[in-house]
């Protein structure tokens, strides 16, 4: 008793610091892609876990193809964390598993879409709510608006055409479009990113979204979006359209706008992330993270 005493004591008299020292609990979900995600998820663990404010764990789901009661047993615990970032793009989760996750989000619970995550799901409609835009898997019209930037303005174009698409990879320069939100708070505003896919004509219902940072497509010569934050329900959900292999995550700008994005949709904030890295890359030049063992993808040749 007098120990429980001692213990309430403790906590009372120093909550906020037991607060900020409890690592953030994230839930990466990966088993299905047309990426190589077995590469890709250990350097988003990384760059998580090298900022010392996230502990992280992984669900794999059934591989393609696999049977009935491989899915049955594939139940992630979404609410023993506070964020779940996918690196997924493949078959449709169980009836269950979605409802569970859709009231995961409306309830308050952070989601985090990278790169061809937005691929996935088409006919979800509360996914593509969460993700506000997507691209590919019959993706067009229908699905809602191509959404850019020009000028500083939003646009929201409705003529017909497909949602998705992306030329040979190459580095870019990701600009800021609104340096006010927390995750791009204090961030240089525009920064040379590692080579990589530019996603372009993204389509979706892009309700309650805001645009945060863009790169200039090659493909439609407009800003398009790479890093936006859409609010769904209770829930945060920042989507980044960046990183299609490891050698394009294994870049400082990118470890920086995951840990931030990550902290946002799981609290609201960006506390424990907000320092600016030394090693930030600049407008004119990339910056590499090393990770051991990595890259494991070799990037295509310059045509
Ligand atoms: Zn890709």
New binding site residues.
């Given amino acids: 008793m007098k120990a429980l005493r001692t213990l309430a004591a403790a906590v009372l008299l120093h909550p906020a610091s037991l607060l900020m020292s409890a690592p953030i609990e994230v839930l990466i979900i990966d088993g299905q892609n047309n ?1 190589k995600w077995e590469f890709t998820t250990p350097v988003l663990k990384h760059a998580l876990e090298q900022s010392g404010a996230f502990v992280v764990k992984v669900s794999t789901t059934p591989p393609k193809g696999a049977p009935e009661t491989d899915w049955q047993s594939w139940k992630p615990a979404f609410r023993d964390f506070a964020v779940v970032v996918s690196n997924y793009n493949g078959e449709p989760w169980p009836e269950a598993v979605r409802k569970d996750f859709e009231a995961y989000v409306q309830g308050g619970g952070g989601f985090v879409s990278v ?2 995550a937005n691929n996935s799901f088409p006919e979800w409609k509360a996914y593509n709510e969460m993700i506000g835009v997507g691209g590919w898997g019959g993706r067009n019209e229908q699905s809602g608006p191509w959404l850019y930037v020009k000028d500083g303005k939003l646009f929201r174009d409705t003529r017909p055409g497909p949602g998705g698409a992306h030329g040979p990879q190459h580095e870019f320069v990701v600009e800021i479009q609104d340096s006010e939100h927390p995750i791009t708070r204090g961030l240089p505003s525009r920064w040379l990113h590692c080579k990589d ?1 530019l996603y372009s004509r993204l389509r979706g219902p892009a309700e309650n979204l805001q645009i945060l940072a863009t790169a200039k497509s090659d493909l439609t010569a407009e800003q398009e979006p790479n890093l936006m934050v859409i609010q769904h329900g209770q829930g945060r959900v920042m989507h980044t359209t960046l990183g ?1 292999a490891d050698y394009s995550m294994l870049d400082r700008g990118f470890y920086e706008i995951l840990e931030r994005g990550v902290e946002w949709a799981a609290t609201g904030q960006v506390a424990l992330t907000a320092a600016l890295p030394a090693d930030f890359p600049t407008e004119a030049k990339t910056s590499v993270v090393t990770l051991e063992g990595h890259p494991k993808q070799t990037p295509p040749p310059a045509k």
Avoid: T
Wanted: cysteine-free; overall charge negative; aromatic content about 0%.
């Fill in positions: 990426h790169h061809a896919e299609h």
